[in-house]
């Protein structure tokens, strides 16, 4: 069965600092991976996702992410943390039938 | 192009009713899929519609049933509802392309059972 865990359900950092939001999965078959981010009282928008054409996945709002098999992890980073960025993060594995397994989530704080 | 539509944003419910939610996928896609989204948790699948025939259910009661509609509309249908059943449904639409599996959403509609 597939699944993802993410670690630690809420980040702060500070304007400016590194972001670095965790992601492992498990899945018996190669897996799409994606990060979605959703703001407060809205929908899921999606910020980028891997499907075996690079390891290194660049998505929307400067975020990139770096499929490592070897370690089953999918992290989400963002060089410089902007004020904006405050959000909740989900990462999310799915096999190609389109059915989305979700992780719990990690609130992102911004701090001027 | 306009993104996928929900319908209602928001809707009151006391134990017992029914209540059916409504989903406009983005123009040319086909497939329709639901989410329960619980405050404090991660959106949690229930029903995946293509071409009007189910594709896939995930773990919830035979009180949530779904159908689609040929423009690929789709009804999310809970009956008896329960205080549990309180939660943000989410509608996402995908065209099922193998080389793009991606699924985009809308901005849900907020349930909240008395």
């Known amino acids: 069965a597939q699944s993802v865990t993410q670690l630690g359900s809420h980040v702060s950092v500070s304007e400016g600092a590194l972001v670095l939001l965790r992601c492992n999965y498990s899945?018996?078959?190669?897996?799409?991976l994606f990060w979605y981010v959703q703001y407060p009282n809205q929908g899921l928008q999606l910020l980028l996702k891997?499907?075996?054409?690079?390891?290194l996945v660049k998505g929307i709002n400067g975020f990139e992410a770096e499929f490592k098999k070897s370690e089953t992890s999918f992290h989400l980073t963002k060089p410089s943390a902007h004020m904006s960025d405050a959000a909740e993060y989900f990462c999310?594995?799915?096999?190609?039938?389109?059915?989305?397994?979700f992780g719990t989530g990690t609130r992102l704080q911004v701090f001027p | 192009d306009a993104g996928v539509t929900q319908s209602p944003t928001h809707l009151i419910k006391t134990r017992g009713q029914h209540v059916t939610l409504r989903c406009s996928p983005i123009?040319?896609?086909?497939?329709v899929s639901w989410y329960q989204q619980v405050l404090g948790q991660g959106p949690q699948f229930i029903f995946q519609?293509?071409?009007?025939?189910?594709?896939g259910r995930g773990n919830f009661p035979d009180r949530f049933s779904a159908r689609q509609f040929p423009n690929y509309s789709s009804e999310l249908n809970v009956n008896a509802l329960l205080l549990g059943d309180s939660a943000l449904y989410l509608c996402?639409?995908?065209?099922?392309?193998?080389?793009?599996?991606?699924?985009?959403f809308g901005p849900g509609t907020r349930l909240t059972v008395l």
């Open positions: 996402a639409s995908s065209s099922l392309d193998p080389f793009s599996d991606t699924q985009y």
């Open positions: 899945s018996s078959v190669p897996p799409y």
């Open positions: 891997y499907t075996s054409a690079a390891t």
């Open positions: 999310a594995v799915s096999d190609n039938t389109d059915k989305l397994i």
């Open positions: 123009s040319g896609h086909k497939s």
């Open positions: 519609y293509y071409e009007k025939e189910e594709r």
